[in-house]
């Protein structure tokens, strides 16, 4: 006997489904995998197809999908009726075990069995009972389960008599791997009224038809601001929109001028090259000093909290607030909202009809295999010509941790411009977490792995040369520290605040004070850091340091300005309310002709923080920052500890860095920018020359037992006051041992033994930049004072 008769061919490859040695059959009914097969989507009832029941999601739609056999089912009043041939569904086969409890199958995605995530189907129920479903063939592990996720619920009755819509519901989950390496997630669900209608989804279904509705009800009701086109189509026939927000729409170039310039781009898109701004000449008047703004969502079919994220954000640009008003007028918005309409339409969980990945596909777009990304690229190059791009951000969702987060790109740091951009990548992050509960920092990483080379945030940070280009994940759960789920309102939520934060970029004074709030807010996660890593391991007692206290915000604010009287406002009133915000536009658009800002001044002056690409997922700008739970600006307001003893004060950063610098090593300067001159300031700020030039050529590390520094020979003041000797291994292989290397005497081991450890100063750096922790005692007078 043929056991794959009834099965469709990438159904019966798929090697999660096991057939089971024996079948059980009759003249009527069909057993397999266990128990009695009760609904295959391949199938059709002998008693009658389904239909979709009122009160049901919004914008349901039917799917008719060709049936390859007919099957029969008991006539029981137990068994339940199962259903998934409508839009986004995807369930391909149930099985009852018992009245209580159903082995359930879901499909992988079209040509690609290695993906199934996503999970979507209705069942009607005829009794007041608690049922016990196994979702048995799940093929990726899924932390969110562990930590109380619940499976997202739409009951018919509810919303008819209590409108009640989606929400989280079920007891007794759990998520386990089974022999045959697949997972099973097992809940259990009352329902409470008979007759009743559930629909069951692994988060709150968005599907190509409500895109759809949305998209022209939008377009309709605001065309003086908004423009939709068809950017392509699918390979299923299915439109993918392209979406144009700005002021004074009727002005800006046409669509089929725009579709010129789109063509244009081929052979900037072969070459991986930055194409040029030669379209700008092509620009009205009104909209050539506009940014550009990139937003898109969808690629990945099942991450339907991405859709809740751009519909926040797209409202909010067309809402009639102030600052939307103002994003409107200096910036063009081009968004996608759905890259992968084939994938959401058919129930995907990742892939497109092709059994691809179209997040993987952007270094090199194909126009037949993946045309969503192809003209999406086109589109991006061709405003790149036009306008000066700000942000790029893919809207996604994450299964394994909780909060929402960004991912990055950052470079090793082998220049000054490197260095520079490794900051402003985290400015966006940084601003997220002060603006938005649900965001955080923690969670954001920025590096550049080689498997997503192909991402779209990695490519147009390589080609375009875009900072700020980010992925945005938000968790199909919730935010830390909680069990409670994410509503669409909350996803909308993030979605406004990033739109409302590229109101930063309509100034050059905005977007420069918010690098140095994040720069300030850096540099004392460092500090902090390095004081809970640093500290005496010789003394009984733990070492107490006191926090370095945090930089005055107007301390580098003013150094934008280059005054001392006036006082601008500060980062944390700029957004305060529309208001506020017409108020500083007005009287920077007074000031600008007085007082302008020069970028290559403020580089200069502003000490940047060391930013690595992160080692590992966690994403962390320190070396403790899991041990660091805390914010950092709740320590404005803690009174300082005063130090243990009175003999050493304790100062300032501020005043400290007036007092000695160290500024970056040799191959550092070298690789600077030419267009940024080298500060020689920073080597006069000391008010001993002779030691400021000496530790000006210093490179500092900080192991277990030594110190290696460079030219040693002009650093014999502090060798003396700490009693260090300087020790030559010509044949060490340790790479913190060597010619030039200090070694700790036993005289400061008896010194920190005795107490003195907690008067000895400290001076800290971390790959060349000042990391001062702690107050630099003068090294030869003290010194002998103390003895």
Request: proline content about 5%; glycine content about 4%.
């Given at each position: ?57 919004f914008n349901l739609k039917r799917i008719l999908t060709t049936s390859q056999y007919t099957l029969d089912i008991p006539d029981d009043p137990s068994l339940l009726t199962f259903n998934s041939k409508f839009e986004c569904g995807n369930l391909s086969k149930a099985i009852k075990l018992s009245d209580y409890e159903y ?210 954000a797209i409202e909010y640009l067309l809402s009639s607030l102030t600052s939307a008003v103002f994003l409107r007028k200096n910036f063009v918005f081009k968004i996608v909202p759905m890259l992968n309409p084939d994938g959401v339409y058919h129930g995907n969980y990742r892939c497109c009809l092709k059994g691809l990945d ?333 030691i400021n030039e000496s530790l000006a050529m210093q490179t500092f590390r900080f192991p277990d037992t030594d110190i290696e520094i460079k030219r040693s020979k002009l650093f014999e003041p502090l060798k003396a006051s700490i009693g260090i000797r300087a020790s030559k291994h010509r044949n060490s292989k340790s790479p ?52």
């Open positions: 006997m043929n056991f794959n008769q009834h099965f469709d061919l990438n159904f019966a490859n798929d090697q999660s489904l096991y057939l089971p040695s024996q079948v059980y059959t009759n003249a009527r009914y069909k057993f397999e995998l266990g128990g009695l097969l009760v609904y295959d989507v391949k199938a059709e009832l002998k008693k009658g197809d389904f239909i979709i029941p009122p009160n049901s999601p082995d359930l199958y879901i499909r992988s995605d079209t040509n690609n069995p290695r993906q199934n995530h996503w999970y979507y189907f209705s069942v009607y129920n005829p009794r007041k009972t608690a049922i016990t479903f196994n979702i048995c063939n799940l093929k990726k592990p899924d932390p969110l389960y562990q930590s109380g996720m619940k499976p997202c619920t739409w009951s018919c009755y509810s919303k008819h008599n209590e409108n009640q819509e989606w929400h989280r519901s079920g007891t007794c989950i759990s998520y386990f791997l089974k022999e045959n390496n697949s997972y099973t997630l097992k809940f259990t669900y009352n329902f409470k009224n008979p007759n009743d209608t559930v629909y069951f989804a692994y988060s709150q279904p968005y599907s190509y038809t409500d895109c759809q509705t949305f998209l022209k009800t939008i377009s309709s009701s605001n065309k003086d601001i908004c423009r939709l086109n068809t950017l392509c189509l699918t390979n299923d026939g299915k439109e993918c929109n392209l979406l144009t927000i700005t002021d004074s729409i009727q002005d800006y170039i046409d669509y089929d001028n725009e579709v010129k310039d789109m063509n244009d781009m081929v052979k900037y898109l072969r070459k991986f090259k930055k194409p040029k701004s030669g379209l700008k000449r092509k620009t009205s008047e009104k909209h050539v000093n506009k940014k550009a703004i990139v937003l898109m969502a969808r690629v990945h079919s099942g991450e339907t909290v991405s859709s809740f994220m751009m519909k926040g179209l997040n993987r596909m952007w270094l090199r777009p194909h126009k037949n295999i993946s045309p969503t990304i192809y003209y999406s690229k086109l589109m991006i190059f061709a405003i790149a010509a036009r306008h000066d791009i700000k942000l790029v951000c893919d809207f996604h969702g994450h299964t394994k941790k909780k909060s929402v987060f960004m991912y990055g790109c950052s470079v090793k740091p082998d220049s000054y411009e490197d260095s520079r951009n490794n900051l402003l990548t985290r400015v966006v992050p940084y601003y997220m977490y002060k603006r938005n509960n649900f965001f955080s920092f923690r969670l954001s990483h920025y590096r550049i792995e080689k498997y997503k080379e192909s991402t779209s945030r990695i490519v147009f940070f390589k080609e375009l040369q875009i900072p700020h280009s980010y992925t945005m994940e938000a968790s199909f759960f919730g935010p830390e520290g909680g069990n409670s789920h994410f509503s669409a309102g909350d996803l909308e939520s993030l979605g406004r605040d990033l739109c409302r934060f590229c109101t930063v970029f309509i100034k050059n004074g905005f977007y420069l004070r918010v690098i140095a709030d994040t720069n300030n807010y850096l540099r004392n996660l460092r500090i902090k850091s390095l004081l809970q890593k640093y500290q005496d391991k010789n003394c009984k007692s733990p070492m107490e340091i006191p926090s370095a206290p945090v930089p005055d915000k107007q301390i580098e604010i003013s150094l934008l300005k280059d005054s001392e009287t006036t006082q601008p406002e500060t980062y944390d009133t700029l957004f305060a309310s529309d208001e506020e915000l017409e108020q500083i536009e007005e009287q920077e658009e007074k000031e600008e002709q007085d007082e302008k800002i020069d970028e290559n001044t403020f580089w200069e002056q502003v000490d940047i923080v060391p930013c690595l690409p992160d080692a590992e997922s966690s994403g962390s700008d320190s070396e403790l920052f899991d041990d660091i739970k805390e914010d950092i600006e709740k320590t404005e307001n803690i009174p300082i500890k005063p130090p243990i003893t009175t003999t050493v004060s304790v100062v300032s950063s501020i005043e400290l860095e007036k007092k000695i610098k160290i500024v970056k090593h040799d191959r550092f300067l070298n690789n600077r920018n030419s267009s940024v001159p080298k500060n020689s300031q920073n080597l006069q700020l000391s008010t001993n020359k002779k913190n041992t060597g010619k030039n290397s200090l070694s700790f005497l036993p005289a400061l081991n008896s010194f920190s033994k005795s107490g003195g450890s907690k008067k000895m100063p400290i001076l800290m750096s971390f790959q060349g930049i000042s990391e001062q922790i702690s107050k630099i005692v003068t090294f030869r007078s003290q010194f002998h004072q103390r003895k």
